[in-house]
């Protein structure tokens, strides 16, 4: 059984263009979740996807956006990026039904420069 | 906005000595959770207690939980050097019909040899 893998690990980009990260979902999960931790804080929740469908949108504007395909794993994309929109992006996966006990990535370590 | 409120945000003890971290929070629960994240890597899930739970262990951990008060605790017993990381409680958050898993700020435990 293998877990949650992202990629890629580090990037670098500069303000306005565009990224994109990947994830693969613990086998058996049905649910991504994807988080944003800049330097310091705690995970907040961007959004979720079920069954390749958004399902529920943390406080985040709509350059934030994703992609769940037929297999589970998923995308974030960021467009128009801006200084502050660099963190630590961790990628979640659950089981859709059961406690949302979740299982991280190692994340993906965005600079913005 | 955070669900979870740790305390204290950091803290510093020597290895054998047991480390206590505080969460609280705003809203009723049905269950809280724990997790822990070493050195901005992603996080990794300790222990869930639910809402007519009252105490729970796994190994060297203890969570207690009082939900009149909305509040939890964490204690590690006979701290190791390996235990230094942050530390997590996560709470249910329903937003757009599912729940959401919602982060505190954590608190950062560090264990001195």
């Known amino acids: 059984e293998t877990g949650v893998t992202q990629s890629p690990t580090h990037l670098i980009k500069t303000r306005g263009q565009q990224v994109t990260l990947r994830c693969s979902s613990q086998?058996?999960?049905?649910?991504v979740s994807w988080y944003q931790q800049a330097l310091g804080q705690g995970p907040q929740f961007i959004f979720q996807?079920?069954?390749?469908?958004?399902?529920g949108r943390g406080n985040f504007p709509p350059r934030f956006s994703g992609l769940q395909f037929p297999n589970y794993s998923s995308e974030l994309n960021v467009n128009a990026l801006e200084l502050d929109d660099s963190a630590l992006y961790l990628c979640?996966?659950?089981?859709?039904?059961?406690?949302?006990?979740?299982?991280f990535g190692a994340g993906s370590r965005l600079t913005v420069l | 906005s955070q669900q979870g409120e740790e305390d204290p945000q950091a803290l510093s003890i020597q290895e054998g000595e047991n480390a206590t971290m505080n969460c609280s929070y705003k809203?009723?629960?049905?269950?809280l959770q724990w997790y822990r994240q070493n050195s901005g890597r992603g996080l990794v899930h300790l222990i869930l207690?639910?809402?007519?739970?009252r105490e729970k262990h796994s190994g060297r951990l203890r969570v207690t939980l009082d939900t009149s008060k909305k509040s939890s605790s964490l204690l590690i017993t006979a701290s190791r050097a390996a235990d230094t990381a942050s530390y997590f409680c996560?709470?249910?958050?329903?937003?757009?019909?599912?729940?959401?898993?919602?982060f505190g700020q954590g608190t950062r435990l560090t264990i001195n040899p």
């Open positions: 979640a996966s659950s089981f859709r039904f059961g406690a949302n006990v979740l299982t």
């Open positions: 086998s058996g999960h049905n649910t």
């Open positions: 996807y079920y069954r390749e469908e958004e399902n």
């Open positions: 809203t009723s629960i049905n269950n």
């Open positions: 207690i639910r809402s007519n739970e």
């Open positions: 996560a709470t249910s958050r329903l937003i757009q019909g599912a729940q959401k898993l919602v």
